[in-house]
């Protein structure tokens, strides 16, 4: 049976979903386009993803492609799936891709931005997507411990113990903090990121915005390679991966010449 490689972007909230990967007995990103797939297709496709992002993570861009006997094509596809599938995920941009394009191998940098809301006020278009913290951060602490994180670094500290990295060596290349009223927005852009990397970079960052942590600690922190001397891990509904960039596109992020290692 002929085959042929189909591409395709995929958004969600990932409030309700137990994480990316396909789970028995749980409701996952992977496992529903899957089972969507047969219901409009008739027949079984795997979908592979760019991005195994954990439970309650959100995607603004997730990459994912699938192998199809179908010769639908990929924009009726797209109409196809988002007809069947609930409020919580769509998919889009669909595009015939070479048979051996693998998602994961095809990306050129990723993007995620963290949100966090200071204060106790009710934000409800908020709530959802950020992690309330309930006093004032000194960002410009923030920014400064932010710095000495970019770059190519061993990020052993700020690695899921139970990741299945081999190496823990990344690129870093930009982290930026910006405010929109009492939330902040905690960009990193970087090569590939580990397991609950993000999430444990803010954890430690937020840390030094309450005073917890001295800016200039994040050297010490890398050189330790011990995940033990990083903050807490910061909740997961205010992480959403909002970029992945092929290899191939003109604006794939790369190290600037002063942090490149």
């Known amino acids: 049976m002929n085959t042929r490689r189909v591409a395709f972007r995929v958004e ?26 047969l219901d409009v ?25 699938t192998r199809l006997a179908h010769p639908i094509a990929p924009a009726s596809l797209v109409k196809a799936l988002n007809r069947k599938l609930p409020a919580d995920v769509a998919v889009r941009d669909a595009h015939e891709a070479p048979p051996e394009f693998a ?41 400064r411990a932010g710095d000495a994180l970019v770059g190519t670094h061993d990020f052993t500290s700020f690695a899921a113990s139970d990741g299945s990295h081999t190496s823990a060596v990344r690129s870093l ?38 005073g917890k942590r001295a800016p200039d600690s994040m050297a010490a922190i890398l050189a330790a390679r011990d995940r033990r001397t990083a903050g ?8 959403t991966l909002e970029r992945v960039w092929l290899k191939t596109d003109p604006d794939a992020p790369k190290a600037s010449p002063q942090n490149a290692s």
């Open 12 to 37: 969600y909230d990932g409030t309700d979903f137990h994480g990316w990967q396909r789970q028995t007995g749980q409701r996952t990103v992977q496992g529903l386009l899957e089972a969507t797939l």
């Open 41 to 65: 297709l008739g027949e079984r496709c795997e979908v592979d993803g760019a991005s195994r992002t954990d439970a309650g993570v959100h995607a603004r861009d997730q990459l994912a492609a």
């Open 103 to 143: 998602p994961r191998f095809e990306s050129g940098g990723k993007r995620y931005v963290y949100r966090v809301l200071c204060g106790g006020e009710r934000r409800p278009l908020w709530d959802r997507f950020a992690w309330r913290v309930l006093r004032p951060l000194d960002v410009d602490a923030m920014m």
């Open 173 to 210: 290349y930009v982290i930026e903090l910006r405010a929109d009223g009492p939330r902040l927005d905690v960009t990193f852009v970087g090569s590939a990121f580990l397991k609950q990397m993000v999430r444990n970079l803010v954890g430690t960052l937020v840390e030094v915005g309450q």
């Open 232 to 239: 807490a891990t910061a909740p997961a509904l205010g992480l």
